[in-house]
Structure formats: structure tokens, C-alpha cells
């Protein structure tokens, strides 16, 4: 019976995450391999232990049956938004957001981000919610409820401010609102007063967006109501766009700011694009080999051993490297996407749709601000950076998928 479950398990996506741990935890080793000592130094013993306990963590969630996860999901939820509230009152920040509150600690001692918790919680209310829909939303007003699931730790993580996990519980949003046959015209219409603050920073081409949507709101016909919130929640945009930046962490401005221009700030904020790249660029094809990378030896690199792993990955192991992973990553993701297609019931393809969205979402934004084509936001990148509580969440997701793909096989085995 034992060998019988075990041909329920999905050898490639285990495969794939073994393939993407190692080489995780030989980048990090090497980024602790400096001139002289720093916070990077050992972070990969850490990290080995907090790998530990996540396979724990794994196989413990792979022995809850999917029924059961369900119902508990709303009590998940529920204890996410409070953990999220007690750390705006409480918690504390570190490193470049030492002004934020994205951690709850015990005296000195940090022990997670709650952040972290929230988006695997809401992948599981999201797919309560959307999993128990006979039809998928065809209209902004049927997505609502989904929209205020997400809403929440949204608002909550950015009060934190923590605008990196903010912007993950968006990926999650839009990536299963996809998933579950969502028309792109109706994300695109909910995504457009993101696009509005973008735009903000130009008269020209924010009048040239509005001018843009009338006519796209006119030609889709939705119902009044939703086409009007649309245009006007577009307009309140352009207009508190000034307020938002007024509001920000002077972290985040002169990381925006940086985004924009790196020499703008080339000794501070401009300092984490402008070495990255030279990083990534002095790797070349080959890389100059592994713990050789002179911008992290001589720690010009910052956070080296969390959100600027990417660049040591791709100065020590060069282009071919750094394709070599991002293949890994796509054929991970790809096991994903069969395992969802594959699910049993409503409720596992959603919840696979959404851990698919929140480590995507985590790999787009930590190579693109890692190579200046994104905003610097301070987000991990999974299997490489340092990180216990992301680490466990990664993996327990990782669990949760083992147990879809094994709910789907061994059932159909014992049917054949």
C-alpha cells in the first residue's frame, strides 16, 4: 500500500525543487565567502535549518486531506488578518526597512514576517471562495468579494509599509482571477488605476491613458455602474497620487526615485541598481567562478545574501548560469501549471493557481529590480535568498501541491 502512495507523488516538481534548493544554498554560501566578515557570513547554516523545518512543515500539510484544509481555511484567514494587525501595533523592522513593521519579535529576536503566513492564507480563502463558484466572474461587481479576500492583507502589508509583499497579494489576485476565466478585458479595467498612479508622473501621458480608457469603456459596454467606478477611481488616482508619494518611507521614494535614474542617488539608494548590474555584467558567459565574484567579495553588493542574491548568482555562473536557473524555474513552474490543470476538484486548482502566482510574482520582481528594469522593493527570491519564514511558506506550498497531484494520481490509480 506504501508503494502505492508513493507512485501518487509528482516526481518532477520534486525533482524541480531539489534542483532549485541546492544551487540555492551553494549561492548563499558562496555570498557569506567575503574579504571580511559580514551579516552574509553562515547565513546558509540558517538557511539549511529553516529548509529543515520546511520539509516538515511540507509533509505535515501533505497529510491533511483537501477537505479538511478547506474547512479550516476561514480560521487561516482569520488568524493571517490578525497576525497582520498585531504587527502594525507591535512589530518591528530590519536592514534598508528598519522603519517598517514587517516583523513580529520576542525581545531582540525577530521569529517571521506574518506577511509571509497572509499570502499563502489568502490563496486558500481565494480558492474557498472562487472554488465553490459553479460559473467563473464575468463582471467587476461578481469579483468583488475575491477582490476584498485580497484587499485586506493588501492594505494591511502596506501600511507595514512592506510594498514588495503588497504587491505579491496583486500577482496572486490577477494570476487566479486568470486562472478561473476571468476576461483580460475586466483585469485590465480593474488593473487601470495601477496604471494611473504610474502614470502620474506625466501630465501627457496620464491624460493620454484616460483619454485611452473612455473610448476602451465605451467600446466594452460594461455596466454602467462598474464603467463609471472604473473612470473615476482612475481620475481619484491622478488626483491622491501626490498624497500617496507624500505618504511613502523615505526609503521607498529614493528607491523609486533611484529605479528611475540610479545616479540620482548613486551612494545611497542608486548604490543597490548600480552595483547589481555591474555584477550581473562583469559575469559575462561563464561567470568568474563560484565564491569568485569580486562585487560580492568585497560586499559592494548590498543585501547580497536576501534580495541581491540574483546578482551573485549571475557574477559567479555568468549568462549560461543564470539561464541554466531560470530554466529550472520554468520547468517548476510548469509542473505547477499541470498539477492545477490536473486537480480533482475546484478547490485544489485554485489553490495550486495561486502558489503559482505568489512565487511567479516573487521571481518577476526579484530579477527585474535585481537588473533595473523593476522598482528595488525588497523581495525574496525563492530557494535562493535568505529567509526562514518565506523558506517554510515556500515549501509548505510546495507540500500543498504534492498533495493535489497526489489527490489526483492515487485516485485515479485506485479507480484504473
Not at 98 to 118: C, M, N, T
Not at 138 to 161: N, W
Not at 374 to 392: A, C, D, E, K, N
Request: hydrophobic share 55%; aromatic share 12%.
Amino acid at each position: 500500500m506504501l508503494q502505492d502512495r508513493r507512485k501518487g507523488l509528482d516526481q518532477p516538481l520534486i525533482l524541480f525543487t531539489a534542483l532549485l534548493i541546492i544551487p540555492g544554498v551553494l549561492t548563499l554560501y558562496s555570498a557569506g565567502q567575503t574579504d571580511f566578515p559580514t551579516i552574509a557570513t553562515g547565513m546558509w547554516t540558517k538557511q539549511v535549518t529553516w529548509i529543515g523545518l520546511g520539509i516538515i512543515g511540507a509533509v505535515a500539510v501533505f497529510r491533511v486531506p483537501a477537505t479538511i484544509l478547506e474547512w479550516l481555511t476561514p480560521f487561516i484567514y482569520i488568524l493571517a488578518v490578525g497576525l497582520l494587525l498585531l504587527t502594525l501595533i507591535v512589530g518591528t523592522g530590519a536592514g534598508t526597512a528598519a522603519s517598517s513593521k514587517s516583523w513580529l519579535a520576542i525581545g531582540d529576536v525577530r521569529i517571521g514576517q506574518p506577511a509571509e503566513f497572509a499570502k499563502l492564507a489568502t490563496i486558500l480563502m481565494l480558492a474557498r471562495h472562487l472554488g465553490g463558484k459553479r460559473d467563473s466572474p464575468q463582471t467587476m461587481f461578481a469579483l468583488g468579494p475575491a477582490g476584498l479576500i485580497v484587499g485586506i492583507p493588501f492594505l494591511l502589508v502596506g501600511l507595514q509599509p512592506d510594498l514588495g509583499s503588497a504587491l505579491v497579494f496583486l500577482g496572486i489576485f490577477f494570476f487566479v482571477a486568470f486562472w478561473v476565466g476571468v476576461s483580460p478585458w475586466i483585469i485590465l479595467l480593474i488593473a487601470s488605476p495601477v496604471v494611473s498612479l504610474i502614470l502620474t508622473f506625466s501630465t501627457r501621458l496620464w491624460g493620454a491613458w484616460i483619454v485611452g480608457l473612455t473610448i476602451l469603456l465605451i467600446w466594452l459596454r460594461p455596466f454602467l455602474f462598474e464603467a463609471a467606478s472604473v473612470w473615476t477611481s482612475n481620475v481619484i488616482a491622478g488626483v491622491v497620487a501626490p498624497r500617496l508619494w507624500a505618504g511613502l518611507a523615505p526609503y521607498q521614494k529614493n528607491r523609486i526615485l533611484s529605479f528611475l535614474d540610479p545616479e540620482v542617488d548613486p551612494r545611497a539608494t542608486g548604490w543597490n541598481i548600480i552595483q547589481a548590474k555591474v555584477a550581473i555584467g562583469s559575469g559575462g558567459l561563464l561567470g568568474k567562478g563560484f565564491t569568485e565574484g569580486t562585487q560580492k567579495r568585497l560586499a559592494f553588493l548590498p543585501a547580497q545574501h536576501t534580495d541581491f542574491i540574483f546578482p551573485v548568482l549571475a557574477e559567479e555562473f555568468g549568462f549560461v548560469g543564470v539561464l541554466l536557473i531560470i530554466s529550472l524555474f520554468m520547468m517548476f513552474f510548469l509542473a505547477v501549471v499541470r498539477i492545477a490543470r490536473q486537480a480533482v476538484d475546484p478547490f485544489a486548482t485554485v489553490v495550486a493557481a495561486g502558489i503559482m502566482g505568489m512565487l511567479l510574482t516573487h521571481v518577476i520582481e526579484n530579477i527585474g529590480m535585481s537588473v533595473g528594469l523593476l522598482p528595488v522593493t525588497g523581495i525574496p527570491l525563492p530557494f535562493f535568498s535568505y529567509g526562514g519564514s518565506f523558506m517554510m511558506i515556500t515549501l509548505i506550498s510546495v507540500g500543498l501541491l504534492l498533495r493535489i497531484a497526489w489527490d489526483a494520481r492515487y485516485k485515479g490509480y485506485l479507480k484504473g
